[in-house]
């Protein structure tokens, strides 16, 4: 049997869960099925992790605005390969791979899959036109893949996806990567940390989506009831220098710690006790996941995909997004209660197991392709 040529591609090369599911999914796709590249930035993250793997990489940049460079790139990049299946990630690839795709590689089937619709979450101009970008792609795109059932319902509603042709696969992880924690102490010292902290920690890019300001002004009451606590966060971005100013104006600076940009996130968990993701809108993170692998408590926005994650009060707790006082509550209710912790644990670690394997994902992606090429 003739192996399908895959071609994944997505706009940015950083380290994110975008790219981490892209990754994954060249990494697990059956090889006797499937001949598997990836379309990105020439250098990133990304690139290294793939080609440590030795996944193709097609050095692609491509803008989010209408470049002619662009158009040139994503030209030369299909007419010169041939490829089954072009599976596009996120909206600039999405845009670029889709459209191109049809006029240059017409014989491809065209794939996207949607990391949350985070468009939707903001009502402008620029979410207008980018709703009717979709719109426009949608007769084009053999198939949808939503990341999660909030998702879907969402795109229905915007007319960006349809019946017909939307798959819902849930994000996957390496789980046996989190099955067990390195010894907390060691941990912490990679971090600075002391053994007796109480610790928050927070793996999220620094932008508005994912609420850090109302986790920060959340942990200003949780350190005014007990200062023996510390927040570390992962992640870098454009609000890092405003979220710096908030913490000195909070007078936590003290008890918080901005990481930055780290792929060492098994380290990270180990060190943390509780894990606070209060997002505004979200697609389904894979932050998130990890997380629960690791046995790590977890509180998280009641938004989008989430709840398809997190039971609340069963594997973890929902907040109200935008809520600092719910935020506070929870966490504070979460230090001062062990059996809660030990009960999120345990069922944090079933729920990603049952559900959430990386395995289990490139094989219900696999089974779109094949049915995508019968089509």
């Excluded at 930035?41 to 470049?67: F, H, M, R």
């Excluded at 030209?75 to 049809?102: C, M, P, S, V, Y």
């Excluded at 002391?194 to 999220?204: M, P, R, S």
Aim: proline share 2%; with cysteine.
């Amino acid at each position: 049997m003739k192996k399908l040529r895959i071609l994944l591609i997505i706009d940015d090369a950083t380290l994110g869960g975008g790219q981490m599911h892209v990754l994954l999914l060249a990494k697990y796709l059956d090889k006797s099925q499937f001949e598997v590249s990836i379309a990105t930035e020439s250098q990133g993250w990304l690139v290294d992790a793939a080609l440590a793997l030795n996944i193709q990489i097609y050095p692609l940049n491509i803008s989010n605005k209408l470049t002619l460079q662009s158009f040139k790139n994503v030209q030369k990049l299909l007419t010169e390969n041939r490829f089954d299946i072009i599976h596009t990630h996120g909206g600039t690839a999405g845009f670029w791979g889709r459209l191109l795709g049809k006029i240059f590689s017409k014989s491809s089937k065209i794939i996207h899959t949607y990391h949350g619709l985070h468009y939707l979450n903001q009502n402008n101009i620029k979410s207008k036109i980018f709703i009717l970008i979709d719109q426009m792609l949608l007769p084009i795109t053999d198939q949808i893949i939503c990341v999660c059932q909030a998702d879907y319902i969402s795109g229905l509603g915007a007319n960006v996806v349809n019946n017909n042709n939307c798959t819902i696969i849930y994000n996957g992880i390496e789980i046996d990567k989190f099955s067990g924690s390195l010894n907390q102490q060691k941990a912490r010292k990679i971090f600075n940390i002391e053994h007796d902290k109480i610790v928050f920690g927070n793996v999220a890019r620094l932008h508005q989506q994912k609420g850090h300001q109302i986790l920060l002004q959340a942990f200003a009451k949780v350190v005014k009831s007990d200062q023996n606590t510390q927040l570390l966060i992962v992640g870098d971005g454009k609000l890092k220098e405003e979220l710096i100013k908030l913490a000195q104006e909070l007078g936590i600076k003290n008890n918080i710690k901005f990481l930055g940009s780290r792929s060492d996130i098994y380290e990270f968990l180990s060190a943390i006790d509780i894990f606070v993701l209060p997002s505004l809108w979200e697609g389904q993170p894979i932050a998130l996941l990890e997380a629960l692998a690791m046995g790590k408590p977890c509180i998280a926005s009641h938004v989008n995909g989430i709840p398809e994650i997190i039971n609340h009060g069963i594997n973890g707790y929902l907040v109200n997004p935008n809520d600092v006082n719910n935020l506070y509550d929870l966490m504070t209710s979460l230090m001062l209660d062990k059996q809660k912790c030990e009960q999120f644990s345990v069922n944090g670690k079933i729920t990603v197991s049952d559900m959430f394997s990386a395995q289990n994902m490139a094989d219900k992606t696999a089974q779109v392709y094949h049915q995508v090429m019968i089509k």
